[in-house]
């Protein structure tokens, strides 16, 4: 999935989030996975766009998440995740992650990354 951009100040206000949430992610991932059941592991992806992808396993499951699109439910409203390379989705920045000065609001950054990480991991196969 590649995000599609309603303007240029979407652009910028992406360019603004897009690496500190990436951070705060894998800093959640680190924290929450320690005493986690799910063994992880991240391999490197070239499409839809070059990263990573966490993969998670247990026993008999696996699953791969794409570290970007966890960064796109962080900084967008509403996104929802989807499997195809050729998609685009027009994506709303969630300005809520941006403070009065312009700059990232890191409480409410951190506070995002956490609920999203949680959510995933309590989301798996027991």
């Known amino acids: 999935m590649k995000p599609k951009f309603k303007n240029i100040v979407t652009w910028q206000q992406a ?72 998609e685009s989705q027009e994506v709303e920045i969630d300005t809520s992650l941006i403070d009065a000065t312009g700059e990232v609001d890191w409480q409410c950054l951190d506070d995002k990354a956490q609920k999203l990480v949680a959510q995933m991991l309590a989301d798996l196969p027991s």
Not at 48 to 62: A, Q, R, T, V
Request: proline share 6%; aromatic share 10%; glycine share 2%.
């Open 15 to 86: 360019e603004l989030l897009m690496q500190p949430a990436y951070i705060r992610i894998l800093d959640q991932l680190g924290k929450q996975l320690e005493d986690h059941s799910w063994k992880a592991t991240y391999n490197d992806v070239q499409t839809p766009i070059p990263g990573h992808e966490l993969c998670l396993k247990k026993n008999d499951n696996s699953i791969c998440v794409n570290l970007w699109e966890l960064c796109f439910q962080i900084c967008f409203r509403n996104y929802t995740p989807t499997h195809s390379e050729l």
